[in-house]
Structures are given as C-alpha cells and as structure tokens.
C-alpha cells in the first residue's frame, strides 16, 4: 500500500532532506586517496547524531550508518579499513530518521585524477536521475520513470542495473512503491500527490548482472564493470515535484 504523506509531513521530511544534503556535503569534501571508508563513516554518524539517527544501522544488521561503494561495487556495501586509491571511484548512499520519518540519498564522486570515460558515466548516472525526476508528477507513473533512465542509459552505451530500485520512503525506509530503472511508459502505479519515493539510477559501465559482495551486505556487478549511483527523495506535489534532498 502507498502511503500519502500530509503537508506537515512533507515538512518534517524536508527538514531532514536539507541536513542530509548538508552533511552529504560535508562528506564530498573528505574525498580523497589514502583515506579510509571507516573514517568517512565515522563523519557520517557524528553528523547525523547531532539531529537524529542513521537509518541504515541495523537495518537487516547492516553494521554502519554510511553505505561505501567502491568501483563495481553498486550499493550496500559496508565501511571497512580500505583505503581509497587515485582513480577510483567511490558511491556514498546514505539516510537519517529525523522526527520519525527518513530521507536517503546518494552521489558517486571520482578519488583524483580519473579516466575520463569513468567521469563520463557518472556524468550518464547523474543525469539519468535529472531525466527521471523530470517525469514525477501526477497523472504520470512509475514506469515512465523507469523508461525515461533506461532509454537515456541505454543510449549512452551503459546498462541500468535491474535487480535493484528506488523506493516508497517516510515512517520506513523502504516502502511502496519500488521504482524500478527500467520499464515501460504508462505502466505501474500512477503518481499522486503527497507520494515520497527515492529515485535512484544506478549504471553499469559492462553487463547489468550482478552478485554479492564479499562483505555480505552488498551488491556488486557480476563482470566486475564499474558502477556508479545516485539517489534522491522526492515527494510529488500538485505542480509535479520537490526534491527534498537538496540544499536550499
């Protein structure tokens, strides 16, 4: 069942997507070789704690609150002592349960000095997100978001990853509907005023197949391709879309 969210929900939900952005921010800046996933997570949980909780720890025993992601490594993937070395790249997913409802979003950022065909799909990845956002409003429906990434993604070159989606997102993190990356126009549910949901491309330089990583928790492409997420909340108004995980 999809939840409809009321103003003042939408309110609150707000509040906690502009300091998620900000601490987001924050973590941008610590990018760089030699520093380790453990420390970037660390940031993230003193950050978060300052106004409310991580909505990823202890969310099917995952053990952290920042999710890093690491070259074919797609999602879900958890903070360790690895060090991040020039030329990789390095997708941060991250969410906080703020006065009882939660935002999540994700970016992917280059360690250095990269290849620029790696550069290019982030650059794919993060406008597929600005193609689907563009197709949120009412009347319209999962499936045309869906259509929009693939068909952009596709035309690149690259794949949308398809066994992983966006989501229904507010008193749970996840909830009605699953949006997928893929699919066709007019199909799935219509969107309606006062959804929440995260859309969230995540691309495939190589094959869309995937398979679990060595820690567990997350996903990583089966050919070993590089990979690249981004993600935002959003909630459906009456004139089409806010997305509420944004600085203001």
């Known amino acids: 069942m999809i939840s409809i969210k009321t103003k003042k929900e939408i309110q609150i939900m707000r509040e906690g997507g502009k300091i998620l952005a900000e601490i987001m921010e924050k973590l941008k800046e610590k990018i ?39 070259n074919e490594e797609i999602v879900h993937v958890a903070p360790s002592e690895r060090v991040l070395k020039e030329g990789d790249i390095i997708s941060l997913d991250l969410g906080i349960f703020y006065k009882g409802f939660h935002t999540d979003m994700a970016i992917t950022l280059p360690v ?58 507010g008193k749970e993190l996840h909830e009605d509907p699953q949006v997928l990356n893929y699919g066709k126009r007019r199909t799935g549910p219509k969107l309606k005023e006062g959804m929440t949901f995260c859309i969230e491309p995540m691309v495939s330089a190589g094959d869309f197949k995937i398979k679990k990583s060595k820690d567990g928790y997350g996903y990583e492409t089966e050919d070993g391709s590089l990979s690249a997420h981004f993600e935002h909340t959003v909630a459906v108004t009456k004139n089409g879309i806010e997305v509420l995980t944004k600085i203001f």
């Open 32 to 70: 760089r070789p030699r520093i380790t996933t453990n420390e970037l997570n660390r940031l993230a949980e003193s950050l978060i704690l300052k106004y409310g909780k991580c909505s990823f720890e202890g969310y099917n025993n995952f053990p952290a609150c920042l999710c890093t992601s690491i």
């Open 112 to 169: 250095g000095k990269v290849d620029p065909e790696i550069l290019r799909l982030i650059r794919v990845c993060k406008k597929a997100l600005k193609r689907g956002l563009k197709k949120i409003r009412p009347g319209n429906t999962v499936g045309d978001i869906g259509n929009t990434i693939q068909r952009y993604v596709e035309g690149q070159g690259f794949n949308v990853i398809r066994d992983l989606c966006g989501h229904g997102i």
